[in-house]
């Protein structure tokens, strides 16, 4: 027999999910008041300490994730654009030479073809040329019949590249990139001593949810870390006091 969803009105439950983490969290205070066990310890001064570094390290990444999107902001603005003449097709003759390079934008992403991108094909990226692999064909064949206008390309590649990092520069999105990676690996140690370190109360194993779903603000990545570190270690921390307190 299939099984038939029934309505959360029907079993006396919330129906949001906050109202069911809410409903739970009372359910499990009352349970744990209602019984005859001993007066609740308090929490130990170690993960007090860790819960207010973990906030810091928390309010810190914020800050330096605005920092950065204002930073990124400023310099894109400031982002010189490449020549027509510079961009060139996959599989150009130059590139089967190695003296082209992806083209990307200030924050690393490769630029797309225009003409591609308009179909939704975004695995084809513009080709410009590469200072690198200039300079290395020159050393290599310096009296090749092609030296003299790979000189010119060579100039024109090094112009581009200085005006690209004098945009990150003047925009402040190199400094802002490094604050805000620092701040994220803060953030993610403190996240994983939290995880690590064992609660003596329920509002120890809150503060270490609520710590989870303050995930959901962060970068995919860090995010998922985030979850998977507190997740279990919630689960464990829950089935200890729980235990902990039926056997008192």
């Known amino acids: 027999m299939p099984n038939t969803p029934v309505p959360a009105a029907a079993t006396g439950l919330p129906s949001t999910a906050a109202s069911r983490r809410a409903f739970l969290g009372a359910s499990i205070a009352t349970a744990l008041a209602s019984s005859p066990a001993a007066a609740a310890p308090a929490e130990s001064p170690q993960f007090l300490a860790l819960v207010r570094e ?23 603005a400031l982002w010189p654009e490449t020549p027509k003449g510079m961009r060139h097709f996959p599989g150009d003759y130059y590139e089967r030479l190695g003296v082209l390079e992806e083209e990307t934008d200030l924050e690393g992403k490769i ?27 020159l050393e290599k064949y310096p009296r090749d019949t092609r030296a003299r206008h790979f000189r010119t390309l060579l100039k024109r590649a090094q112009d581009l590249q200085r005006r690209q990092r004098e945009a990150a520069a003047v925009s402040g999105y190199d400094k802002a990139d490094e604050a805000m990676w620092k701040a994220r690996a803060e953030l993610e140690w403190t996240t994983r ?35 998977q570190v507190l997740g279990s270690s919630i689960a464990d921390d829950l089935v200890r006091l729980l235990r902990a307190t039926l056997t008192t």
């Open 111 to 137: 630029v797309w073809i225009a003409e591609q991108l308009a179909k939704g094909i975004r695995w084809k990226g513009y080709r410009i040329p590469s200072v690198q692999g200039l300079t290395m064909f």
């Open 54 to 76: 973990r906030a810091k390290a928390r309010a810190a990444y914020d800050v330096a994730e605005a920092a950065l999107a204002a930073a990124r902001e400023r310099g894109f």
């Open 193 to 227: 001593a939290l995880a690590e370190d064992e609660p003596r109360t329920m509002a120890g194993v809150l503060e270490k949810a609520i710590a989870m779903s303050e995930a959901e603000g962060l970068c995919t990545e860090l995010k998922f870390t985030t979850r």
